[in-house]
């Protein structure tokens, strides 16, 4: 019995696993199939608990998982016609697809409905989780995103034209770029598509789909035409007119939405590398390189001449991106090697290298005037430009540098760090740094030096902690503890050094802990309530991390923070409304005091506004809230109306008949009254 039950959760697993894999779905249902991959992705921890779990499962709970087994396995199919299925196919013959999709998801909502999760032993986290991804189904069914009238009737007019007959090349424009078919491989994929229809029908199509291949010829042939010289390895190099904003990403398949500006203009991808050239925009590293390799000097989004050709990474945006993919629980993009060879030596000129040359023989010296003066004109030089910091970095300045860290003159150990801290700019030498032992030094710094050493220390921590394994040295070497120590008594510069510096590396799991066991929570409390501190933005983002982390949750909701975080649901930035929301949305799942208390202090309208004009994970956050609060307001009716039970029994004994039903019939409990409303105020925003 184990064994089969083993088994079966197993297959389960290994079903949603396989969902989770299929990816690119076809813009025309794009979004209701990712809501739904996504959703099935949410089950996974439930089933890992109901395996590892000694428990038996209760017999109903067991057919319905059974029952899931199948509906799974037709959702995998229906995923999968959705990532590599006809475009053209999808739109025309969409009263076939969208019941299809209906029965899926409707089957699914009927075999989770029959697990007894109160009977599993599964966390009350899971439990929740699994509950929510249950309403979603609910609220869900029977919905279909609206069709696009105008891509329909162009397709549906040019498939019912015969086949010689004249078409506008603005129709034909329209369908190629909203069918995102302007490249040879995405017209080959369309064709590749129909095709396995065909094979699919035993070698008889039928008129309907040998239609659709003749309209599929026609805007190959378009395609074609206005561009003579496509070709399949045009894509991220050169953008045709009218499809820039066309190309499939290999990030389209996620769920939720990814921002704008986390997407490469070239590309549309969410970026993994973020660079920013001379103009200022900021694109994918392999995809300006591209660019530039191709012999353009020009700004792809702007047209602007570039200045230089030179790449400065985004670091900010870098880490916004992680944020961005922690809160939405997406794996970070992990960043790829360069696809130019790496620099292995700077343009600098002769007598440049024999000034470097000078300022490390004087690093090396016995003199501590020596080596304060050459550290400080080190960091003036690595400051100054790429190619000194590589030319500074391959005359081995680092270990001469990393050595200086624990000197007793607080000035040039000032120098040495704040030098680390510019060389760490050109992406090689982070490696390079983290390689020399440098941050036990930085660490060392960060507690006893200057207060402009300290701060230098901490943004030094933040740039190396841009590389996901470092985040991992760091948090090990005993920093987190002096980096809390000065976002709660550095100057104003100190403690934005320090937040940065912190949330990058709270965004590794295994550090939040550390954070919150050096007392993190009650500092960032502090600075949110502080008047006119100006670090309501930091602490905000850094408890939205700490709060999925059960220590940090805890802590949070031991520290007063719900009437913080209502006011600023009510009040605050978008951003700050999104990452307050969320913090509150960990802080009451599984917890009713800390739902009374919001629900007390007025929450509900400001979630409602939230729900309907926040961002969007705010409005993902803001509905998981009033989700709860409905669960909570139910639960609170069920209870008055078992306390109220005896009293109106006796009522009615006693009273006359006409009387009780005038009563029963014009008394409402205040819950009651609670209930309609945020009942009311969920279906305005479901509408």
């Not at 599993?120 to 249950?134: F, T």
């Not at 880490?319 to 360069?338: D, F, H, T, Y």
Request: negative net charge; proline residues 5%; hydrophobic residues 40%.
């Amino acid at each position: 019995m184990e064994e089969a039950k083993g088994a079966l959760l197993q297959e389960l697993i290994d079903t949603v696993s396989e969902i989770s894999s299929i990816s690119d779905y076809k813009c025309t249902v794009r979004k209701e199939y990712c809501n739904l991959a996504r959703r099935l992705k949410l089950l996974i921890p439930m089933f890992e608990e109901i395996r590892d779990s000694k428990e038996p499962i209760p017999e109903e709970s067991l057919k319905s998982l059974n029952s899931l087994k199948e509906a799974l396995e037709s959702a995998k199919e229906l995923l999968r016609f959705g990532s590599e299925g006809s475009k053209i196919f999808m739109v025309l013959e969409r009263e076939q697809v969208v019941p299809k999709f209906h029965k899926v998801t409707a089957c699914l909502e009927q075999a989770l409905s029959g697990i007894s999760f109160e009977r599993l032993d599964i966390s009350d986290e899971v439990k929740e989780q699994v509950e929510l991804v249950l309403s979603q189904f609910r609220r869900a069914k029977g919905r279909a995103d609206a069709i696009d009238v105008e891509l329909y009737e162009d397709l549906v007019s040019l498939h019912n034209k015969s086949t010689d007959a004249a078409t506008e090349p603005a129709v034909l424009r329209r369908l190629a770029e909203k069918l995102q078919l302007m490249q040879i491989d995405d017209l080959t994929q369309e064709s590749l598509a129909l095709h396995e229809m065909v094979t699919a029908s035993g070698a008889d199509p039928g008129e309907s789909i040998e239609k659709m291949s003749m309209l599929l010829k026609k805007i190959k042939d378009f395609v074609q035409t206005e561009n003579p010289d496509i070709t399949a390895s045009t894509r991220g190099k050169s953008l045709p007119s009218g499809c820039s904003g066309q190309i499939t990403t290999d990030g389209n398949h996620q769920s939720p939405v990814i921002p704008d500006d986390f997407r490469c203009p070239i590309s549309l991808e969410l970026m993994k590398d973020p660079v920013i050239v001379s103009t200022g925009q900021t694109y994918e590293r392999a995809c300006i390189e591209k660019w530039l390799d191709a012999g353009h000097g020009t700004c792809p989004k702007t047209q602007q001449t570039l200045s230089t050709l030179a790449l400065t990474p985004n670091y900010v945006l870098r880490s916004l991106i992680a944020q961005w993919c922690e809160a939405n629980g997406i794996e970070p993009p992990k960043r790829p090697s360069s696809s130019r060879p790496s620099k292995t030596a700077s343009s600098c000129s002769p007598a440049e290298l024999t000034n470097i040359e000078i300022l490390l023989h004087k690093l090396r010296s016995v003199s501590p005037e020596d080596q304060r003066t050459a550290a400080g004109e080190i960091r003036l030089l690595a400051k100054r430009n790429a190619d000194n910091r590589v030319a500074i970095a391959e005359a081995g300045a680092i270990p001469l540098l990393v050595s200086l860290l624990g000197t007793p003159d607080s000035r040039t150990q000032e120098h040495a760090v704040t030098a680390l801290l510019n060389l760490s700019i050109c992406e090689d030498n982070k490696s390079s740094i983290i390689n020399y032992g440098a941050v036990p030094g930085i660490v060392y710094v960060l507690k006893r030096g200057s207060m402009e050493a300290r701060e230098n220390a901490a943004a030094t921590l933040f740039s190396l902690s841009v590389v996901d394994e470092n985040k991992v040295t760091i948090g090990a070497s005993g920093a987190i503890p002096p980096l809390v120590t000065l976002l709660s008594e550095g100057t104003q510069r100190g403690k934005k050094d320090a937040a940065t510096a912190l949330f990058n590396l709270c965004i590794y799991q295994g550090n939040k802990g550390k954070a919150v066991r050096a007392g993190v929570v009650p500092t960032l409390m502090r600075l949110l309530t502080e008047p006119g501190g100006g670090m309501v933005d930091e602490a905000l983002a850094i408890l939205a991390i700490l709060a999925s982390h059960p220590e940090g949750k805890a802590t949070i909701g031991a520290s007063e923070a719900v009437p913080v975080l209502v006011e600023v649901i009510g009040n605050g930035s978008p951003r700050n409304r999104e990452n307050a929301a969320a913090v509150l949305v960990h802080l009451c799942a599984g917890d009713q005091h800390h739902l009374a208390q919001a629900q007390e202090l007025g929450v509900m309208g400001s979630l409602v506004d939230l729900a309907q004009n926040g961002t969007d994970r705010g409005k993902r956050k803001a509905a998981q809230l009033l989700e709860r609060m409905g669960r909570f307001i139910e639960q609170q009716q069920q209870q008055q109306q078992q306390q109220h039970a005896p009293v109106q029994a006796e009522a009615q004994a006693e009273a006359p008949a006409q009387a009780q039903a005038h009563t029963h019939s014009h008394t409402h409990t205040p819950t009651e009254t609670q209930h309609t409303q945020l009942s009311t105020l969920m279906n305005a925003i479901d509408s």
